[in-house]
């Protein structure tokens, strides 16, 4: 559910909340999130791949049981 959603989501690092919730929520790029975080792209994508996959993880465990 939405709470358990959240609770999972605050397990993240501030960094791949932040691209996620921006990339997501609020419509950018991954090259505009760049621009606005003034960090690499490479560093950009990082983030948001290892925070999905963490998210996955967990939602896949929690649906599990």
Do not use: F, M
């Not at 358990?4 to 419509?27: K, N, P």
């Not at 991954?30 to 990082?46: D, M, S």
């Amino acid at each position: 559910d939405g709470q358990h959603d959240a609770q999972h989501a605050e397990r993240l690092s501030a960094d791949q909340r932040q691209c996620i919730t921006l990339a997501y929520a609020h419509g950018l790029s991954h090259g505009e999130l760049a621009q606005h975080l003034r960090e690499p792209l490479g560093t950009v994508k990082t983030w948001i791949r290892r925070g999905l996959g963490k998210l996955k993880g967990w939602l896949e465990r929690s649906n599990a049981t």
